[in-house]
């Protein structure tokens, strides 16, 4: 179900546009992303512009995982953090993290992917959090020969997630 209007992350409502028709809502449960080679993935973080207690503002550690850790939503599973959702109430608006989908980077925590292959994201909550329901995201790499087409916008660059609650929602921003 994707909300038609954005009362968690209200100073993305402008920006975000309304989802694909060919690319299928998020409901509850593991999803499965498919990007080519210099595709990048954004991510926003939970946000919130009116002042709510602590323990009610959604903080997430986001990792990378292999099968094992996705499947058991487990990151000590030969995972390792990749970002830290930790200021909801920011005044600078949500954070965001990107992932670009490139077989080689010259940064040293930047990731190279392989076409052809998966990888695998979930989130935990921090320590000390009340538990939050485990999110879990999966990202198949096209093989380099493959059309583009389905889930994928021409030109690249063009996929925006974030997660509210227990649930993920996706925009192809190129539509």
């Not at 909300?3 to 809502?25: A, F």
């Not at 099968?67 to 965001?96: I, M, T, V």
Request: contains cysteine.
């Amino acid at each position: 179900i994707v909300p038609s209007s954005c009362p968690h992350i209200p100073s993305l409502c402008p920006r975000i546009p309304s989802p694909s028709p060919h690319i299928p809502s998020f409901h509850r449960g593991d999803y499965t992303v498919e990007v080519s080679i210099n595709d990048y993935l954004d991510i926003y973080c939970p946000h919130y512009e009116e002042p709510l207690p602590a323990e009610r503002m959604e903080r997430y550690v986001l990792y990378m995982v292999n099968y094992e850790g996705h499947a058991s939503c487990d990151h000590r599973q030969k995972g390792f953090k990749r970002w830290e959702c930790n200021r909801p109430d920011s005044p600078n608006g949500p954070l965001k993290f990107s992932e670009k989908f490139q077989l080689f980077t010259p940064f040293s925590l930047g990731f190279e992917f392989r076409p052809g292959h998966e990888y695998y994201y979930i989130s935990a909550s921090p320590p000390n959090m009340v538990d939050r329901p485990c999110l879990k995201l999966k990202v198949y790499v096209r093989p380099t020969t493959a059309l583009r087409g389905g889930l994928l916008a021409p030109g690249g660059c063009c996929f925006q997630v974030w997660a509210r609650g227990d649930l993920w929602f996706l925009w192809d921003l190129a539509a």
